[in-house]
């Protein structure tokens, strides 16, 4: 029998922002300031300008001031940094060198971050194999939440982004179980509808009415018993692969964020994969953030 996750409250103290200045960056500015008022959080943008070699230089130590990628990079930090929406908010912006996911795991640490908020291009299939996939090793090695806002979502935003509908895919597995604390918590915090989806392909027609009502009962369970009290709950089972599926569901509901778990780089199931996995499928096709919680 499935034992009901507890209502556990999330706060968000300190969300990170990498930037890389692009459109995309843009795009998930607006999330993460909206956040950091809601939970009077820091906000930290940040940006982290590659090891890259200086061609035609002695290698040796390039003083870090001279470089242009540098300076530009404190520039642009510095406009951000003064944007009027940014001023009401408590931020420090963080400028470093080196490789990536090194940085930002010592950021991570060193200023206790437990929300990550960024932009991603969306790349799949062999574009993301050619140039990598940043979003997906953030999401798969950070050890907090992060909220991805793909290249679907719409760049013009008008008003604070707000987490209405909120679509929760599961499959019951301990990844997902993780992200549901975080899904009831946005659900209770907007007074919003929750909508609870679970898939399953290759089922004979004949038994798909078995199947269903025993995955609803799985989902119901999954509830804690006062959530009528802060939150509309729905649930909605198909018959259908997942990547696909998730993006027409949230199409469907006009859903407002997706809650979804993953699994750690390491697991095996992630190794033994292929590259273009469900969330990162997910994350270039939806038109609303993806907020991911490793497992």
């Given at each position: 029998?499935?034992?009901?996750?507890?209502?556990i409250?999330i706060?968000?103290?300190n969300i990170?922002?990498p930037?890389?200045?692009?459109v995309?960056?843009?795009?998930?500015?607006?999330y993460?300031?909206a956040l950091?008022?809601r939970y009077d959080?820091t906000?930290?943008?940040?940006?982290?300008?590659?090891?890259e070699?200086?061609?035609?230089?002695?290698?040796e130590?390039?003083?870090v001031t001279?470089?242009?990628a540098?300076?530009?990079a404190e520039e642009s930090?510095?406009?951000?940094?003064?944007?009027d929406?940014?001023k009401?908010?408590?931020?420090?912006?963080?400028l470093?060198?080196?490789p990536l996911?090194?940085?930002?795991?010592?950021m991570?640490d060193k200023?206790r971050?437990d929300?990550?908020v960024?932009?991603s291009?969306?790349?799949t299939?062999?574009?993301?194999l050619?140039m990598g996939?940043?979003a997906?090793?953030?999401?798969?090695r950070?050890?907090?939440p992060?909220?991805?806002?793909g290249p679907?979502?719409?760049h013009?935003?008008k008003?604070?982004?707000?987490?209405r509908?909120?679509?929760?895919p599961?499959?019951?597995?301990?990844?997902s179980?993780?992200?549901l604390?975080y899904?009831l918590t946005?659900a209770?915090?907007s007074?919003a509808?929750l909508?609870l989806?679970?898939?399953?392909?290759?089922v004979?027609v004949?038994d798909?009415?078995a199947?269903?009502?025993e995955?609803i009962?799985k989902?119901?369970?999954?509830?804690?018993p006062?959530a009528?009290s802060?939150?509309?709950?729905e649930?909605?089972?198909?018959?259908?692969?997942p990547?696909e599926?998730?993006?027409?569901a949230?199409l469907r509901h006009?859903?407002d964020?997706i809650?979804?778990g993953?699994?750690?780089k390491?697991?095996?199931?992630v190794?033994?994969?292929?590259p273009?996995?469900?969330a990162t499928?997910?994350l270039a096709r939806?038109s609303?953030p993806?907020?991911t919680?490793?497992?």
């Amino acid at each position: 029998m499935l034992a009901t996750v507890p209502n556990i409250r999330i706060q968000f103290n300190n969300i990170l922002f990498p930037t890389d200045f692009s459109v995309f960056s843009e795009a998930a500015l607006p999330y993460a300031e909206a956040l950091a008022r809601r939970y009077d959080a820091t906000l930290y943008p940040a940006h982290v300008v590659p090891p890259e070699p200086y061609h035609g230089l002695p290698m040796e130590p390039f003083p870090v001031t001279l470089d242009y990628a540098w300076r530009a990079a404190e520039e642009s930090l510095g406009k951000l940094a003064g944007l009027d929406d940014m001023k009401e908010i408590h931020h420090q912006v963080l400028l470093k060198q080196g490789p990536l996911w090194d940085v930002l795991s010592a950021m991570i640490d060193k200023y206790r971050v437990d929300l990550i908020v960024l932009g991603s291009h969306g790349r799949t299939g062999l574009s993301r194999l050619a140039m990598g996939s940043v979003a997906e090793e953030i999401y798969r090695r950070a050890s907090c939440p992060v909220l991805c806002v793909g290249p679907k979502v719409p760049h013009e935003t008008k008003q604070s982004p707000e987490f209405r509908r909120i679509l929760f895919p599961t499959d019951f597995s301990e990844a997902s179980k993780a992200a549901l604390p975080y899904a009831l918590t946005l659900a209770e915090e907007s007074q919003a509808r929750l909508i609870l989806l679970h898939l399953i392909p290759l089922v004979p027609v004949v038994d798909r009415e078995a199947v269903k009502a025993e995955a609803i009962r799985k989902l119901k369970a999954l509830i804690p018993p006062d959530a009528s009290s802060w939150c509309s709950v729905e649930f909605d089972v198909r018959f259908e692969f997942p990547a696909e599926a998730i993006v027409t569901a949230a199409l469907r509901h006009k859903a407002d964020v997706i809650v979804m778990g993953v699994q750690h780089k390491d697991h095996p199931r992630v190794v033994s994969h292929l590259p273009w996995a469900t969330a990162t499928e997910v994350l270039a096709r939806a038109s609303c953030p993806v907020l991911t919680v490793r497992g």
